[in-house]
């Protein structure tokens, strides 16, 4: 089949880039890492008729720590993030387990975490991060601006709330204090394949006692999730966790919050080498670990 002919434009300012967001009547695809749209367009799934570079618009270009929050433009590539130091505190060391995870170098070194905030895809360790810390995506249209927090953006696989005439500029995090651990696991049947489970947590802890947790999941349901029955049940638990690498006893609380997660918070759908009963398996197995990881401090 021929490939299918498509216009191109270099923007160089936000306003420029809106302008042809606008333009009625055509399908007009924004290319920043370009690491899933490019494949889309070669497999012919996506023929858009106009392509919007945005590489040049330096402003999207940031990451800024402000009153307790990190914002993160637009053109951030996903391997700034392998240092634990890009981010302070233990959200940098929580962005520094999951963005190893995905892809290879190359990838690493052209997509950007905005761009797989704007894909949505249920397998995305970015989309899982975003979910449990109730990350806010912020848009720009022509005449106005909004933000829309992560339990709101997600609408399906590949649809988010973004509109066809916005751009998405930033996504905004909170920071994490230091009396929270951070985890992240992921299981892929090979490197080169998409996660068939990945699990993000952060665990507040006061005085031996959870106060807050916060979990995200990913190719747990049609789109990334937060396990909030899951985070529930840690609430109030008086923390204890076994320091010799042994397996967690059944009725341990992280044990038992994941085996919530994959029942109540999870809705898996089958896959071609895992049946539901193996996927239910799998998040409730890796949830307990990733809580583990996080209350012993996020050693991988």
Not at 62 to 83: P, Y
Not at 152 to 172: C, K, Q, V, Y
Not at 199 to 206: D, N, Q, S
Not at 209 to 234: F, K, M, S, Y
């Amino acid at each position: 089949m021929k490939p299918a002919a498509f216009d191109y434009m270099e923007a160089r300012t936000v306003p420029e880039a809106l302008d042809a967001l606008t333009d009625t009547g055509r399908d007009v695809q924004v290319l920043a890492g370009g690491q899933s749209l490019i494949l889309e367009m070669h497999l012919q799934r996506i023929r858009p008729d106009l392509v919007v570079d945005i590489n040049r618009i330096t402003e999207l270009d940031h990451l800024t720590i402000d009153d307790g929050t990190v914002e993160v433009g637009a053109l951030v590539r996903h391997g700034r993030f392998e240092s634990p130091q890009a981010v302070p505190g233990p959200l940098g060391r929580l962005f520094s387990l999951a963005v190893v995870n995905i892809a290879h170098p190359p990838i690493r070194t052209r997509g950007t975490m905005v761009g797989s905030l704007a894909w949505g895809h249920p397998a995305s360790e970015w989309c899982a991060i975003a979910a449990a810390l109730d990350a806010e995506v912020r848009l720009q249209g022509l005449d106005s601006a909004r933000e829309v927090v992560a339990r709101d953006w997600f609408h399906g696989p590949l649809r988010t709330a973004r509109r066809p005439d916005e751009l998405i500029t930033s996504i905004r995090f909170p920071l994490l204090g230091e009396d929270t651990g951070v985890g992240f696991i992921e299981h892929r049947r090979t490197h080169f394949c998409f996660a068939q489970v990945a699990v993000a947590a952060a665990l507040t802890v006061r005085d031996g006692v959870i106060h807050r947790a916060r979990i995200g999941l990913a190719n747990c349901a049609d789109r990334p999730v937060r396990a909030r029955a899951a985070e529930q049940t840690l609430t109030g638990v008086e923390i204890g966790v076994p320091g010799d690498g042994h397996r967690l006893p059944d009725e341990h609380p992280f044990v038992r919050a994941g085996r919530i997660a994959a029942e109540q918070d999870a809705a898996p759908l089958p896959e071609p080498y895992a049946d539901l009963e193996y996927r239910r398996h799998a998040i409730a197995v890796l949830v307990g670990r990733t809580l583990r990881q996080a209350a012993e401090g996020g050693s991988p």
